[in-house]
């Protein structure tokens, strides 16, 4: 008979203690709430960006052929001068090696001309030829001399094709990315290389459209290395693309670094933060945050009454374990943070006190 009592007689006092608080006409729905206050709040953007030459250009040839070395890597820095690929330069050398040839057959017919022309010159001073004769020489010497000039541009166009068959870094600077490989068959500016120019560099991230057409964001961001944080920068916003990313939502964004460190590498992945206008909100922790008609939406404590009711808000931005809102509630008000799926409309609640167990 003990051993039954024992079972039964902690459950027999709890009723007899909620009998007793109902008959006391005190709810039993436990809740734990906040005091809703305005903040000025600052908000931060961070995200991860990559460290770009501020110009770069691609290389290519400027005549087509098929590529015979390729003397550098994508990574490798080069000096002014380099040469950093060459064509097969058989077909350009033998047509400078023709164009070479005409120039000397032209040479020889204008030199004739020339001779020509002097001599019927004379003899046409002295009276021993007619002017008709002297008229043809001249024109024969015009005309030669047309063909050599046509013939020593030929040969000029052949001798730059020839230095065509090559692609020279025009400066000092960093080739980023390779785009073909030996043996393959290039076109007339098909891109061969990737090439950044030695000194200033920029960060590159996708932000958010949100960003911009939604804040009066001051893009001042501050910088620092994924992989060394104590590595740091600060960059400013210097050019936004004009086109959104029609599958990310998001702009191409550049901030040029101010005086980077050199541990800022191309290619290195930082992380940038910029800081968001204050604006006057009220900050609420997620929990409180409830749903209703598909809005968002919080259960406000009436202090007369002892009852909640459910209330829509506007969300100015959700934050990891917060949110922040613009209107739908005022300073003052008790807005339940625990509990309150188990709330409807009009319910008497009890608010507890100290923290959360």
């Not at 709810?27 to 990559?50: F, H, K, M, N, S």
């Not at 490798?76 to 023709?98: F, I, M, N, S, Y």
């Not at 020339?114 to 020489?137: H, M, V, W």
Request: hydrophobic content about 45%.
């Amino acid at each position: 008979m003990s051993y039954v009592t024992n079972i039964f007689l902690p459950t027999i006092l709890s009723l007899t203690l909620l009998s007793g608080t109902q008959a006391l006409g005190k709810p039993l729905t436990l809740v734990r709430a906040t005091t809703v206050t305005r903040e000025d709040y600052a908000a931060a953007i961070t995200l991860t960006g990559e460290v770009v030459a501020r110009h770069s250009l691609n290389l290519s040839f400027r005549i087509g052929g098929q590529i015979s070395e390729i003397l550098v890597d994508a990574g490798d820095h080069v000096e002014a001068g380099t040469v950093l690929a060459r064509l097969d330069p058989q077909l350009q050398k033998a047509d400078l090696a023709a164009a070479e040839a005409s120039v000397e057959a032209a040479k020889s017919q204008l030199l004739l001309a020339q001779s020509e022309f002097e001599r019927n010159k004379d003899l046409l001073d002295q009276g021993f030829t007619t002017r008709a004769i002297f008229d043809r020489s001249e024109v024969a010497l015009a005309s030669a001399t047309g063909d050599f000039e046509a013939i020593s541009a030929q040969l000029e166009l052949a001798q730059n094709a020839l230095g065509f068959t090559q692609i020279i870094a025009p400066e000092a600077g960093t080739v980023t990315q390779k785009f073909t490989e030996e043996g393959q068959i290039t076109q007339v500016a098909q891109p061969v290389f990737t090439f950044a120019r030695n000194g200033a560099r920029d960060a590159v991230f996708d932000v958010y459209e949100a960003v911009f057409f939604q804040q009066n964001v001051n893009f001042t961001v501050e910088l620092s290395l994924v992989e060394n944080p104590e590595a740091k920068s600060s960059c400013i916003l210097r050019e936004v693309s004009p086109v959104i990313n029609p599958y990310t939502g998001t702009v191409h964004v550049k901030c040029g670094i101010m005086n980077p460190p050199s541990s800022f590498t191309l290619a290195s992945v930082v992380s940038g933060t910029a800081l968001l206008p204050e604006k006057s909100l009220f900050v609420l922790p997620w929990e409180a945050m409830t749903s209703y008609d598909g809005n968002p939406a919080v259960w406000v404590y009436d202090k007369n009454t002892g009852t909640v009711s459910i209330r829509t808000i506007d969300v100015e931005q959700y934050e990891t374990g917060k949110i922040l809102v613009r209107t739908g509630i005022s300073e003052g008000e008790i807005v339940i943070t625990e509990g309150a799926k188990f709330l409807r409309e009009e319910m008497a609640v009890t608010i507890l006190e100290g923290a959360a167990k």
